[in-house]
Structure formats: structure tokens, C-alpha cells
């Protein structure tokens, strides 16, 4: 969706950085997510928002950080990049309630080296 | 933890032939949703079941939810070109508020 942007779209980076990923929504919605994407292995969930300051660990939180300082935005962060970390990440956003469909951006591809 | 897995990982069928993916979770859900994501995009939502054995239909495309809600199938009756990609379903567990667990997935090649 393009209410959905994320930056980069593209990265690459050596191992030991540190790499923030953007993420913004213009949907209004509160809820947000952060996943990551491997061949044969589905979207895992990295990270999740319900709210401006409201953080919750997903499936494979180690080795990732979160910040969720506006409505509209939610960034990940990993700390001290490592070439298992090379993956897509996809940012998504959910209106309230338990059955709402997710809204995707359009994913980073990282490579770390 | 709740696990989902999707058979086949991978299908490659001739055009007008049908597709049938199938969707396994461990523990019950109380909801599925199903999402298709075409090569080099992102997954976009295709619809959502809540029922215990609720049927729906969009075209061609015939979504199952298994009377246990513990499986699910999709179903494309006379496959198209445009049809191509990956097709994930995703469960909402009973009690764990709005996360969702995405299968393995089943890539789907459509040829002429």
C-alpha cells in the first residue's frame, strides 16, 4: 500500500553496524508491525505496536530494537548488524479490533556482509 | 508456540488447471486470514474467516475454514497467469490479542 512507506528500500552494510529502518503510515491506524521475511520460512514477527509508546516482542525479537514515538511512525533498529540478519523486512499497519486485514509497505531488502 | 504450516511449499501447474493450498495450525484459531504476494511485492489481503466450517468465494478463488479451526484451504479453479505468486495464510490464536502467525506459505507458478 502506498500508505504505507517504507525507507530504505534497499541496504547494504557490513557487519557490527548499527541500521535503523524506517517505517510511516498515513492510514491513521495505531496498530503496527515490524516482520521479517526468509525464503521457505513465511513472515516472522519481529516486533509489534498497539500504541504511541506501546511495545511488544513478537517470535524473533534477539538481536532487534523498536521505537514507536509518533502515531505514524515505527522504526526498527538493529543494533550490531550480522550477516544472518541479511533478510526482507516488511513494516504493516492494522485498524482496531481483532479482525482487521494488515496493510503492507513495500519491504526493505538487507544485506549485511 | 503456535505454529502454521502451509502444503505444498511450491506448485507449478499449466494454465486452466486448479490449485488447492492447504493451511495446518497447531492450536485452534479463532480466525484466518489469507494474503497473496506476487513476485518482488508485498503481501496483499485477499479475505478473512471466522466460522467454524465458513466458506467464501471471490471468482475463482474458494477459501475453507475447517470445522475445528485448525485448517484451512484455498482453492483457484482454472488457474490464470495472474494468478502467479505466493500465497500465505495467517491465523489469529484464541486469546492472544491481534498478533497473527503466518504460515510457511505455498508458491504458486502458472505456465501457458
Known amino acids: 500500500d502506498a500508505d504505507v512507506t517504507q525507507t530504505p528500500r534497499n541496504r547494504i552494510t557490513k557487519t557490527g553496524k548499527r541500521i535503523m529502518l524506517e517505517c510511516s503510515q498515513t492510514?491513521?491506524?495505531?496498530?503496527m508491525y515490524w516482520y521479517r521475511q526468509d525464503p521457505g520460512l513465511g513472515l516472522q514477527l519481529i516486533y509489534y505496536?498497539?500504541?504511541?509508546?506501546?511495545?511488544n516482542k513478537g517470535e524473533i525479537s534477539d538481536g532487534y530494537s523498536v521505537s514507536r514515538q509518533a502515531q505514524a511512525k515505527f522504526s526498527l533498529s538493529l543494533e550490531s548488524a550480522i550477516p544472518n540478519q541479511t533478510a526482507l523486512y516488511f513494516c504493516a499497519t492494522s485498524g482496531p479490533g481483532e479482525n482487521q486485514p494488515q496493510h503492507f509497505g513495500d519491504g526493505t531488502r538487507l544485506s549485511i556482509l | 508456540g503456535q505454529q502454521v504450516m502451509q502444503i505444498p511449499q511450491y506448485q507449478h501447474v499449466q494454465e486452466g488447471e486448479d490449485f488447492t493450498t492447504y493451511c495446518n495450525s497447531s492450536t485452534t484459531l479463532s480466525n484466518i486470514q489469507w494474503y497473496k504476494q506476487r513476485p518482488g511485492g508485498h503481501p496483499v489481503f485477499l479475505i478473512q474467516?471466522?466460522?467454524?466450517?465458513e466458506v467464501k468465494k471471490q471468482k475463482r478463488l474458494t477459501f475453507q475454514f475447517g470445522e475445528a479451526k485448525k485448517n484451512s484451504s484455498l482453492h483457484i479453479t482454472a488457474t490464470q497467469t495472474t494468478d502467479v505468486g505466493t500465497y500465505f495464510c495467517?491465523?489469529?490464536?484464541?486469546?492472544?490479542?491481534?498478533?497473527?502467525?503466518f504460515g510457511t506459505g505455498t508458491r504458486l507458478q502458472v505456465t501457458l
Open positions: 474467516l471466522v466460522k467454524s466450517g
Open positions: 495467517a491465523g489469529r490464536n484464541t486469546g492472544t490479542a491481534s498478533k497473527l502467525t
Open positions: 505496536s498497539f500504541d504511541v509508546k506501546d511495545i
Open positions: 492510514k491513521g491506524h495505531d496498530r
